[in-house]
């Protein structure tokens, strides 16, 4: 029959991302963390009708809803977020893990523009989605009523530490090269810095193995260097 069924949801695309990163993996855990990550929201019809976005201009922070399509759609009660080493299990509900039920995402992201001479598009700055991602749905974003700063965040207290970041003469002189050089640098060193290395290979202090990232068209790699007490990573070569 054709009743509502109230038990399942079918979920539409509205747009797709196209964003900095072609991979998963290497990308930071959270929106906030890469600031100069710029990504495109292309919305499909019926969406991508202008008047579905009017108004929409006034707000600089948006919500996104999208689907973590490249996560198999398996989930367990546990999960071990990388936060925490990798190792210690917390509950699915009390993490942002990617494997959850119904894969459902959520982002904060800062909205730039908005371009309705064909379809509709946003541009997004600062998204963790690899490009592809399915989005669901899009809200305004209401500091008076969402932002919290005296939340209290579990396991998550406080923004990662960071990495420090140096660059390999090759490395800066291949970004010389190129037109978006700038933001390029920035966004790798906002990635890098964030340390992308799977957990149990960030206990490597000083190696000469490369580790990659993928951003935009290109390949970073980076080794761990010893600099006195601490690790830096090295930014060798973009490829
Ligand atoms: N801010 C979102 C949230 O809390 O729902 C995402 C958090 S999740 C921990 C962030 C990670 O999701 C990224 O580091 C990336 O590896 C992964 N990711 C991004 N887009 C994805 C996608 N479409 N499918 C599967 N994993 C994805």
């Given at each position: 029959?054709?009743?509502p069924?109230?038990?399942?949801f079918?979920?539409?695309?509205?747009?797709?991302?196209?964003?900095?990163?072609?991979?998963?993996?290497?990308?930071?855990?959270?929106?906030?963390?890469?600031?100069?990550?710029?990504?495109?929201?292309?919305?499909i019809a019926?969406?991508?009708?202008?008047?579905?976005?009017?108004?929409?201009?006034?707000?600089?922070?948006?919500?996104?809803?999208?689907?973590?399509?490249?996560?198999?759609?398996?989930?367990s009660?546990?999960?071990?977020?990388?936060?925490?080493?990798g190792?210690?299990?917390?509950?699915?509900?009390?993490?942002?893990?990617?494997?959850?039920?119904?894969?459902?995402?959520?982002?904060?992201?800062?909205?730039?523009?908005?371009?309705?001479?064909?379809?509709?598009?946003?541009q997004?700055?600062?998204?963790?989605?690899?490009?592809?991602?399915?989005?669901?749905?899009?809200?305004?974003?209401l500091?008076?009523?969402?932002?919290?700063p005296?939340?209290?965040a579990?396991?998550?207290?406080?923004?990662?530490?960071?990495?420090?970041?140096?660059?390999?003469?090759?490395?800066?002189?291949?970004?010389?090269?190129?037109?978006?050089?700038?933001?390029?640098?920035?966004?790798?060193?906002?990635?890098?810095?964030?340390?992308?290395?799977?957990?149990?290979?960030q206990k490597?202090?000083?190696?000469?193995?490369?580790?990659?990232?993928?951003?935009?068209?290109?390949?970073?790699?980076?080794?761990?260097?010893?600099?006195?007490?601490?690790?830096?990573?090295?930014?060798m070569?973009?490829?």
């Open positions: 029959d054709d009743a069924n109230s038990e399942h079918t979920l539409t695309p509205i747009g797709h991302v196209v964003s900095d990163y072609p991979d998963k993996f290497g990308i930071p855990r959270q929106p906030g963390l890469a600031p100069a990550a710029n990504a495109k929201l292309v919305f019926p969406y991508n009708d202008p008047l579905a976005v009017r108004g929409l201009e006034e707000f600089s922070h948006l919500w996104l809803s999208f689907i973590f399509h490249q996560s198999p759609d398996r989930w009660p546990l999960v071990r977020p990388p936060r925490l080493g190792n210690t299990k917390v509950g699915v509900f009390a993490s942002r893990s990617t494997h959850r039920p119904n894969r459902l995402g959520l982002s904060l992201v800062k909205l730039i523009g908005i371009d309705t001479q064909k379809g509709v598009v946003l997004l700055q600062g998204c963790d989605l690899v490009s592809g991602t399915p989005v669901v749905d899009i809200k305004p974003y500091p008076w009523a969402e932002s919290q005296n939340a209290q579990g396991f998550a207290p406080q923004t990662p530490p960071l990495v420090a970041v140096t660059f390999h003469p090759a490395a800066l002189d291949k970004l010389t090269q190129r037109k978006d050089g700038a933001t390029l640098h920035a966004l790798i060193e906002q990635v890098v810095s964030q340390d992308p290395r799977p957990a149990y290979k490597d202090k000083a190696s000469d193995r490369l580790y990659g990232v993928r951003l935009r068209d290109v390949d970073v790699k980076f080794c761990p260097r010893q600099t006195g007490e601490a690790t830096t990573l090295e930014v070569a973009i490829e």
